[in-house]
Nanobody, 123 residues
Framework: QVQLVESGGGLVQAGGSLRLSCAAS????????MGWYRQAPGKQRELVAL???????NYADSVKGRFTISRDNAENTVFLQMNSLKVEDTAVYYC?????????????????WGKGTLVTVSS
């Protein structure tokens, strides 16, 4: 059984910073991609940032230069450092791990979603 535990959301003023964390636990053999998505009220879920096992990253244009994604492969944890936050960054942020293989079934890969953490940026 694999679990994702997110933390770090909250209320911050515009221009401020927050750091999100997402730790995957369980009988994990390897994880290919780790990323953050967000969904604002009335909008579709969108990709914020993605990092693959090699360290390559991908960012939404709206967050480039302000957000930084990183991962700790030994701890199966992904981080999202969010600086210069804007009101339009307000959303529920979801962690997603892709291509996760467990020690019990290493031939199969599965994707998992976290439950989400709310980030509210006030003006």
């Amino acid at each position: 059984q694999v679990q994702l535990v997110e933390s770090g959301g909250g209320l911050v003023q515009a221009g401020g910073s927050l750091r999100l964390s997402c730790a995957a636990s369980g009988r994990i053999y390897s994880i290919n991609t780790m990323g953050w998505y967000r969904q604002a009220p009335g909008k579709q879920r969108e990709l914020v940032a993605l990092i693959v096992s090699t360290g390559n990253t991908n960012y939404a244009d709206s967050v480039k230069g302000r957000f930084t994604i990183s991962r700790d492969n030994a701890e199966n944890t992904v981080f999202l450092q969010m600086n210069s936050l804007k009101v339009e960054d307000t959303a529920v942020y979801y962690c997603r791990v892709g291509g996760l293989r467990t020690t019990t079934h290493p031939a199969y890969s599965t994707d998992y979603w976290g439950k989400g953490t709310l980030v509210t940026v006030s003006s």
